[in-house]
């Protein structure tokens, strides 16, 4: 019997070590941990990322940083808890994120972007001409990527001249390893060469200089993106059953998502709608905006989009800061 009272004592403690762990876990920016960010260097990335900052700093008092790197770098950071937040995972794409979230080290929540897509690309003159400018159409038979064996001259790597060029994503980014196994899976490796551009600005730019000079192209893009809807492209379809339906999360440490049960529910909510955020991408773009500045903008004239994702007195201290 003497037993008894001991174990009752035992239970008031643990229920008591329990409370405390559960009012620790509540308070994870009140205990002074920041929150710190994938420093994403895509558009819709960066953007995403600034609004979160901005609304963890301002509604819920936290304080937050963002760190660069490449995203496979940043996802292994993630896994580590290094950095707790990644505004726009591409989930399943990568290895790395893959044996994460296998490992339970990394949680997907939310979905800050729906209808995203990915793929390789031609401007559309090079399939069909363009009497307005002049253009004769070069590959008038290229539908698919399985078409592009026949077509290497078309894209001719001024550097390789006997080779096409394929712009690839820079090195470093999931999309840059799965587009070079694509060009393997293809059979094209022997006829294109594998240009990995230095930056996404990089990139941006060959396209866009290219598309002006009316000079073909072959690239990899995807969207949301300023790009994309300023230039007219043909999305070359790949193999028949392929399905590249993408889901986009908000990526959390396991640790952070166990650990800030207050702030899982902004993740959980946020999203911009994907018209909306090409929008403002293009405006990025053409009014040469910084990211920081065009999401105080964006939270000033949209209201009505980031206040479903917040607390009703967050969104008054947020508003104040506005």
Not at 124 to 139: F, M, P, Q, T, W
Not at 178 to 194: A, D, F, R
Request: proline share 6%.
């Amino acid at each position: 019997m003497r037993k008894t009272p001991l174990l009752l004592a035992s239970a008031v403690s643990l229920g008591l070590l329990a409370g405390a762990g559960s009012s620790q876990a509540a308070a994870w920016c009140e205990s002074g941990k920041p929150v710190k960010f994938a420093g994403l260097n895509w558009e819709s990335g960066m953007l995403l990322t600034d609004l979160l900052q901005f609304v963890l700093k301002h509604g819920y008092g936290c304080t937050t940083d963002s760190l660069p790197g490449n995203s496979i770098t940043m996802e292994s950071a993630l896994g580590s808890n290094d950095i707790q937040v990644f505004a726009e995972e591409w989930v399943g794409r990568s290895e790395v994120w893959n044996k994460a979230e296998q490992a339970g080290k990394v949680v997907g929540v939310g979905a800050p972007v729906v209808g995203a897509v990915e793929g390789w690309y031609v401007p559309r003159y090079v399939i069909e001409g363009d009497a307005s400018r002049k253009l004769a159409a070069k590959a008038p038979d290229l539908k698919a990527i399985a078409d592009l064996g026949r077509y290497a001259q078309v894209f001719k790597d001024q550097e390789e001249p006997d080779k096409g060029r394929f712009y690839n994503c820079p090195a470093g980014w999931t999309c840059e390893l799965e587009n070079s196994q694509m060009l393997k899976s293809y059979g094209l490796e022997s006829s294109y060469t594998n240009f990995r551009p230095g930056t996404g600005p990089a990139l941006d730019a060959a396209v866009l200089s290219s598309y002006k000079r009316g000079e073909p192209i072959l690239f990899y893009y995807w969207s949301p993106t300023p790009l994309l809807g300023q230039i007219d492209v043909v999305k070359l379809d790949e193999k028949p059953g392929v399905d590249k339906t993408i889901s986009i999360k908000v990526g959390l440490s396991k640790t952070f998502h166990d650990g800030a049960p207050e702030l899982l529910s902004v993740f959980e909510k946020v999203n911009l709608p994907i018209d909306l955020l090409n929008q403002n991408l293009a405006r990025m773009s053409k009014e040469r905006i910084e990211s920081p500045k065009l999401a105080q903008l964006f939270l000033k004239e949209h209201p009505q989009v980031w206040k479903q994702w917040v607390s009703e007195e967050a969104a008054h201290k947020i508003e104040a800061a506005l």
